[in-house]
């Protein structure tokens, strides 16, 4: 049963179309609630000046307390099905780089993320909402100390520090006009089951390599603007 915009309630077994996840999730006990902030919904150009509101790619994944991927929650449809509307042909692999390469599926064409052919299962992407939403779900065989981590980008989403002119191969590249502008960013939060505690909250930890050529996390947040402003809260709360 699925209701996104307001609700996700996940009973499957994530089974990519060309991989397996080993992690099953039932209609549950820990539920991800994201509040969206004011820049949330960005202007991005159609044509001919015509601008579309539109929401964040977006993904969330579990892993353990080590760094170790266990498997992805949710992603955006766009980045797991490569279904971009304009992006000149560009895979943008600089729009969600530290959940693909944690999650460490590497294609044919060498990049980390999902391709046309190679698409991930529609039981875990779809669009992302327009405004606040949860996640509901009870991880099976996972510790009980894991880390939820979700990684957010919006598209020619330009600053003064990120501008659409910067060229490949410069630092603050991030993959041309059709590109992210700001980098993705991350936040985490750390949840132990045991320590009685009932909300854990996500915090900022960073953002992922402006052209996506790695998936480090850089702490150094003094050149974002707009993106600092795309989430307002996110907290993992237990039942």
Not at 56 to 62: C, E
Not at 151 to 159: P, Q, R, V, W
Not at 171 to 179: D, F, H, L, P, Q
Not at 183 to 212: Q, T
Request: charged share 25%; hydrophobic share 35%; aromatic share 10%.
């Amino acid at each position: 049963m699925k209701k996104m915009g307001l609700l996700t309630l996940i009973y499957l077994l994530l089974l990519y179309a060309c991989q397996t996840e080993l992690l099953e999730y039932e209609g549950g006990d820990v539920q991800i609630h994201i509040e969206k902030g004011e820049e949330w919904l960005h202007d991005f150009p159609v044509v001919l000046g015509i601008k579309k509101k539109n929401p964040p790619q977006l993904a969330i994944w579990l892993e353990d307390t080590a760094g170790n991927y266990f498997s992805t929650v949710y992603v955006t449809h766009k980045i797991a099905t490569q279904s971009w509307r304009i992006a000149g042909g560009n895979r943008r692999k600089e729009a969600l780089p530290h959940w693909c390469y944690t999650r460490g599926v590497k294609y044919d064409d060498g990049l980390y993320l999902p391709t046309k052919s190679c698409p991930l299962a529609d039981g875990i992407s779809g669009a992302t909402p327009q405004g606040d939403f949860e996640v509901k779900l009870r991880p099976k065989d996972l510790s009980k100390r894991f880390v939820v981590k979700i990684e957010l980008n919006h598209s020619t989403d330009f600053n003064d520090f990120y501008p659409k002119s910067a060229r490949e191969g410069e630092t603050n590249y991030s993959g041309g006009k059709e590109g992210s502008g700001q980098p993705a960013i991350v936040y985490a939060a750390f949840v132990d089951l045991l320590s009685g505690e009932k909300v854990f909250e996500a915090f900022l930890v960073g953002h992922s390599s402006p052209d996506g050529s790695s998936g480090k996390i850089d702490k150094d947040l003094s050149g974002l603007t707009t993106a600092l402003h795309i989430i307002k809260r996110i907290t993992v709360n237990i039942r």
